[in-house]
């Protein structure tokens, strides 16, 4: 193991007692990035060596060393806004903006002693499961380079499963983290809507968007959610929640080795492909062979993804309805030419297929005489699911079920088959509709690739989901998984 492939967590207090280790750390990782970044693409933009090196050297100079997460790499998807690094969203609308200045959870990291290494791949405004919409390149898995990493955040799993980063972010609005995560071996967690500040992240669709940590082990994922977290004044849906030590807090409930009540979301397991229901049953039965278990079933899954995409794209028609070529997004000629020129060049230009269908599906169902028949019918739909669901939280303390239904597909399968692509995401959404956290946990490995078992629990209760996914981290053995890119 070197250190460009080691564990966050323990990377830290060696850098605390030498801090000039972080240099040999950060070449090893970037000698990764050279050899294997040509054929995984997982970046966007890559910031240069030299200067990533002296951020840190002039940070220990100072005598700054003290931060949680200090000298530690990470990759941030690139919908998330940095100071004086081009954000583009994988779109071509923004493919030369460069914020002026940072996202709430980028301010943290810094302060956090964290040293951003690049801005990753994604889907075009995170609308994709795939990372193949993105607007300049696919990106590969690195278990199989032949399939997809998952979307939207396939860039900062990809980044991860290769070792070519120690930790990273991504935003998760029906699965984004999750997805990803589960295509490549790593642990991914979706927050508590609102535990996360999204000042600063570019909306996609604003009451189901959530930042979230990405990591290859359960502390690190603890550890970064920590310095993330909390609230934030520029965020109207930030909640009031003190910051948490939450890698504290997951080692003091593993001490108490609780015994939990976890339902399995036994239609949703049955309905997944074989060999993903092979590798979630054997994780299920290590689950289960300490903790209180009990069969249930999600309801309405299917009537969950149509609701989840009714929402999804009518907030995405109003959150992107911003970007006309004279306000904001790529440049067109305007002299002499009528707004709704503009608009459609600019748009036609900027925009890639993917995201101009769902803004046009948006933009249907909030049209005069379908808001009702769809968009109101959603949000009812979502009124009632989130009953249902704390209904089987009243007796239940988490809910297990696949991650991804499907293992993971071969480049350019699920972009021609769309809804196969939106049906894939049954498992992933209901935690965004209803707001609470789910993290994805890697449950093995079926002819090469890679599978994620999901557990969901009530809102703020993510400690306890950290538990469970260290329990299965003992149990299972995957911890700190990093592909051999070949």
């Known amino acids: 193991m070197t250190l460009a492939t080691e564990l966050g967590y323990r990377l830290v207090e060696e850098f605390k007692a030498d801090p000039y280790r972080i240099t040999k750390y950060l070449e090893e990782l970037y000698e990764r990035v050279e050899r294997i970044e040509p054929r995984v693409r ?27 997460l200090f000298g530690l790499a990470v990759a941030v998807k690139d919908n998330i806004c940095t100071r004086g690094i081009r954000t583009t969203c994988a779109s071509r609308m923004l493919e030369n903006f460069v914020p002026p200045y940072d996202a709430t959870v980028i301010e943290r990291l810094r302060r956090a002693g964290a040293v951003i290494i690049g801005k990753t791949n994604m889907d075009e405004f995170a609308m994709g499961s795939t990372t193949e919409t993105s607007a300049f390149y696919p990106t590969r898995n690195p278990w199989n ?11 900062s799993a990809a980044a991860l499963a290769a070792g070519m980063a120690t930790l990273a972010l991504g935003s998760d609005t029906g699965g984004s983290i999750r997805n990803p995560a589960a295509f490549t071996a790593t642990y991914g967690l979706k927050p508590t809507y609102g535990l996360v500040s999204r000042f600063g992240l570019v909306a996609y669709a ?17 550890m970064l959610l920590s310095a993330i977290s909390g609230h934030d004044p520029r965020d109207s849906t930030s909640l009031d929640a003190p910051p948490r030590d939450y890698l504290r807090l997951l080692r003091e409930e593993w001490s108490r080795e609780p015994r939990l009540r976890i339902g399995i979301a036994r239609n949703l397991v049955e309905g997944s492909e074989e060999g993903v229901r092979r590798c979630v049953e054997r994780a299920l039965d290590a689950l289960c062979s300490y903790h209180d278990c009990e069969d249930v079933e999600i309801p309405y ?6 609701a989840y995409y009714i929402v999804a794209m009518a907030e995405a028609s109003s959150n992107l309805a911003r970007y006309d070529g004279v306000r ?15 608009f459609k060049e600019a748009r036609t230009r900027g925009f890639g297929y993917e995201v101009r269908k769902r803004i046009a599906l948006g933009a249907y169902v909030l049209s005069a005489g379908y808001r009702d028949a769809y968009y109101v019918k959603a949000l009812r739909f979502r009124r009632l699911l989130k009953e249902r669901l704390y209904g089987l ?39 965004n509709l209803v707001g609470i956290p789910a993290i994805s946990v890697p449950a093995g490995f079926s002819d090469g690739l890679p599978v994620g078992l999901q557990l969901m629990a009530p809102a703020l209760e993510e400690v306890r989901l950290l538990y469970l996914a260290k329990f299965l981290q003992e149990s299972l053995g995957f911890r700190n998984l990093v592909a051999e890119v070949v």
């Open 206 to 222: 604003s009451s189901l968007d959530q930042i979230g940590p990405m990591a290859r082990c359960v502390e690190d994922l603890a």
């Open 301 to 306: 899954p299917r009537h969950a993804v149509a």
């Open 145 to 155: 380079l032949d399939r997809v990493p998952g979307g939207s955040s396939g860039g």
């Open 328 to 342: 904001y997004g790529i440049e067109v000629g305007v002299e002499g030419r009528s707004w709704v020129e503009v």
């Open 42 to 68: 997982a970046f966007i933009t890559l910031r240069p060596l030299d200067e990533v090196v002296k951020e840190v050297e002039e940070r220990i100079k100072r005598g700054d060393t003290e931060g949680p």
């Open 393 to 431: 939280f009243r007796r239940l303390d988490a809910i297990a079920t696949p991650t991804m239904p499907i293992l993971p597909p071969r480049l350019g399968e699920l972009v021609s088959d769309p809804i196969r692509m939106y049906l894939s995401d049954v498992c992933t959404v209901i935690a």
